[in-house]
């Protein structure tokens, strides 16, 4: 008699077991399915990010090559297909270049505004304060020193790849503005600091020692001379981030 019952009850659970199981199983084959749509979707997502930076990395390449043949008007055309592209990192990289040629053509006010959009594009420190920093270099002539302040302090910041050079860059526009005694403060920190690179070092050594000397004028005319041309950017692989987003 105990065996019938036993039997009766085993019965009773697994009926009770198969229709917890009918109800949940919609549930859990959403959720599988859910899953597999999240995964397929993260896989085409990285599969179009690395087509976007392999179609930015020809256009790029091929504006360098131009731009080295000395045809600036197919590199242009061919650096404006690379912004158009769609990946950060060469966007950033083209839109510097576009302001090297605005440059060459001393269209100043367009060759700052390209080097902002340039800095926006990225989230790449090296490249995007790089971008930043020859921005306010070249606003400083036309800008306030509250404005050429404002626009190097995030740069100066710890660990940020250019922080000297960007003291190094406020510094100029004290002195520029008339603040000899900041200016000088600025610069003679830097001269001493640890870590802050030869060139900047030099260069801050000096211009303490032309204020020093009294020869503050001659100080403020070698912040005026003409600026250097932007560098060609060679060709660069694609970038790891660019292939495939963090998760």
């Known amino acids: ?44 997502y990285q599969s179009w990010q690395a087509s976007i930076a392999a179609k930015a990395s020809e256009s790029y390449g091929q504006a360098v090559e131009s731009l080295g043949k000395g045809d600036k008007a197919v590199a242009k055309t061919q650096l404006e297909a690379t ?13 510097q270049q576009l302001a090297g040629l605005a440059l060459e053509d001393n269209k100043t006010a367009e060759a700052i505004a390209d080097l902002d959009q340039a800095a926006k594009a990225t ?23 509250a404005d050429t302040q404002k626009r190097l302090e995030p740069l100066m910041k710890e660990k940020r790849p250019f922080a000297a050079m960007a003291k190094e860059a406020l510094a100029m526009a004290k002195l520029q503005s008339g603040d000899v005694k900041g200016a000088r403060s600025d610069l003679q920190v830097l001269s001493v600091t640890l870590g802050t690179p030869d060139g900047v070092k030099q260069r801050a ?43």
């Not at 592209?85 to 990289?93: Q, R």
């Not at 989230?123 to 020193?145: R, Y």
């Not at 000397?213 to 950017?233: D, F, N, R």
């Open 1 to 44: 008699m105990s065996d019938i019952f036993d039997e009766t009850e085993e019965n009773l659970r697994a009926d009770k077991w198969i229709g917890i199981v009918k109800k949940t199983w919609p549930w859990v084959a959403g959720v599988l399915v859910l899953a597999l749509v999240i995964a397929l979707g993260v896989w085409g």
């Open 83 to 95: 912004v158009k592209a769609g990946n950060a990192t060469y966007k950033s990289l083209a839109l």
């Open 123 to 145: 989230n790449s420190a090296l490249i995007s304060d790089a971008a930043a920093l020859k921005a306010a270099l070249l606003a400083m002539d036309t800008s306030s020193l």
């Open 205 to 247: 050594a000096a211009f303490v020692a032309a204020i020093d000397s009294g020869a503050i004028g001659t100080a403020q005319a070698m912040i005026k001379l003409p600026e250097a041309p932007m560098p060609v950017m060679p060709q660069m692989p694609v970038p790891q981030e660019a292939q495939a987003p963090a998760q």
